[in-house]
């Protein structure tokens, strides 16, 4: 089995766990605060995890050129971005029709990817995409009670274009962060990805607490306060982090991003058996779909 399936099958895993630690802090500050320790918790662990390479494999640390901070900088600005409006989705009344419409980020990826990379896709990965991307919206649309009228009718909307928006965001990220690794032209490509982490995280986090300074400073005081359940979160995050940018130095970015899909299979099988809570059947056919996606992604890339 290639080694990216395993990483991004445990890194959507752990963003899993991240999440649900996430939750606990809403209730102490915003979903930007919670977003912020993330970041900022996961510099320590990301920092670690290279030194750990660099000793163990003697490499040499790769040379920053201006070409990979350019993809560094605009990969990490842009997954802020993409949350930040993801975030400001919730200030709407129909805010779940933006969130499923955030859900077409492997589509973009894929586009970005042509763009940037040249990635091209195969036919047989095209497909698996489009079937595990109708998987994801059947699954938004049954949760959040949408109808599929509701969804066609809501493009042009200012809450569509934001969802639109957070997943061309979160696309541009992947494949930035796929080209800086590559850029830096390193025989290890563990050191590659993990020396990326590390930039893009601080570049992240400097950005963040400028912000958060400036406009939001009860949640920047509210992450030192909650510095235990934030660093779990800053753990599993950069955990999650180190499997995404390992799989995505050695694999199209749109391809880990769709198999990291698996992450809703994870979430479903939580509410299902561990918190006992009732699915609908269109619930269990976008799941259908999206395993069904992933698989065909595996067998015919």
Not at 31 to 40: E, H, N
Not at 75 to 95: E, P
Not at 139 to 152: D, P, R
């Amino acid at each position: 089995m290639p080694l990216w399936i395993p990483l991004t099958i445990a890194a959507a895993f752990l963003q899993n766990v991240r999440s649900s630690l996430q939750k606990k802090l809403t209730g102490e500050m915003s979903a930007l605060g919670a977003t912020y320790v993330r970041f900022a918790y996961g510099v320590p662990v990301a920092v670690i995890y290279l030194g750990v390479l660099l000793a163990l494999t003697g490499a040499a640390v790769p040379d920053m050129a201006p070409e990979f901070l350019v993809y560094a900088a605009v990969g990490g600005l842009a997954q802020i971005w993409g949350t930040v409006l993801l975030v400001g989705l919730f200030a709407y009344r129909n805010f779940a029709v933006g969130t499923t419409y955030s859900k077409t980020e492997t589509i973009q990826t894929a586009v970005f990817g042509i763009v940037v990379l040249g990635d091209h896709l195969s036919v047989g990965a095209f497909a698996a995409i489009l079937i595990s991307l109708s998987g994801v919206v059947a699954i938004s649309i049954a949760q959040s009670h949408l109808t599929l009228l509701t969804f066609w009718r809501s493009l042009g909307e200012r809450p569509t274009l934001m969802g639109i928006g957070s997943g061309a965001c979160y696309g541009v990220a992947a494949v930035c962060y796929r080209a800086a690794s590559l850029s830096l032209d390193h025989p290890d490509f563990l050191v590659s990805a993990s020396y990326t982490l590390v930039v893009v995280l601080l570049i992240q986090t400097a950005t963040m607490t400028a912000w958060l300074g400036l406009r939001h400073p009860q949640d920047l005081a509210a992450s030192f306060r909650a510095w235990r359940v934030s660093s779990l979160v800053g753990l599993a995050g950069a955990l999650a982090s180190v499997g995404w940018f390992t799989a995505m130095t050695i694999q199209n970015a749109a391809y880990v991003r769709a198999l990291g899909q698996i992450e809703l299979v994870f979430a479903f099988a939580s509410s299902r058996f561990l918190f006992r809570e009732k699915t609908s059947a269109l619930e269990v056919a976008g799941i259908a779909l999206v395993v069904g996606g992933i698989l065909l992604l595996i067998l015919y890339r």
